[in-house]
DNA sequence: CTTCAATGTAACGTAAAGGTTACATGTCAG
DNA sequence: CTGACATGTAACCTTTACGTTACATTGAAG
């Protein structure tokens, strides 16, 4: 069962007119967190993604998904 | 900003007349995993929350939240 | 009370999340 | 073209998620 977690952070990101700096503080982590959970580099935490999801306005379905 | 992830995994759970080894083996995780984080020792991951959620048929935001 | 299933939890190991710092590359306004 | 800001990414480190196994405790049914 190799399920990936896909997202549309950017997307959405970018609609509110936030960089991945802004949006790093607004949820507490590093610019570095946010640019590789947006690219798929890794899972990040529940924790992370209900504050991400919460930042950019969408339900935690909504921004992450299983794929495959 | 200390924040703790907290759930209603175990009320959820036994509504729907599970085991903890049964949402375990629905999540495809081990008996463990699913009681540590129905406990609150430790923080799922994404994909993991959101499987739980699935499971239990609840969102992500009905079944985690922050709190503090 | 006894038995058995369900749950809690401890020790230990591995893999991955997420931080820090630094630098390279993209991109766009002027 | 040039500078400034945004983004990608690499090296390295620490913490923690999650697995395995095993055992103790709880609780409900007979």
């Given at each position: 069962?190799?399920?990936r977690l896909a997202n549309r952070i950017k997307e959405r990101?970018?609609?509110?007119?936030?960089?991945?700096?802004e949006l790093a503080e607004r949820v507490d982590v590093t610019r570095k967190t946010?640019?590789?959970?947006?690219?798929?580099?890794?899972?990040?935490?529940?924790?992370?993604?209900?504050?991400l999801a919460r930042?950019?306005?969408l339900s935690v379905e909504q921004l992450f998904w299983l794929e495959r």
């Open positions: 069962m190799v399920e990101r970018t609609e509110l007119g936030f960089t991945q700096a946010v640019n590789t959970v947006e690219n798929g580099i890794f899972t990040p935490s529940a924790t992370l993604a209900i504050k930042a950019l306005e």
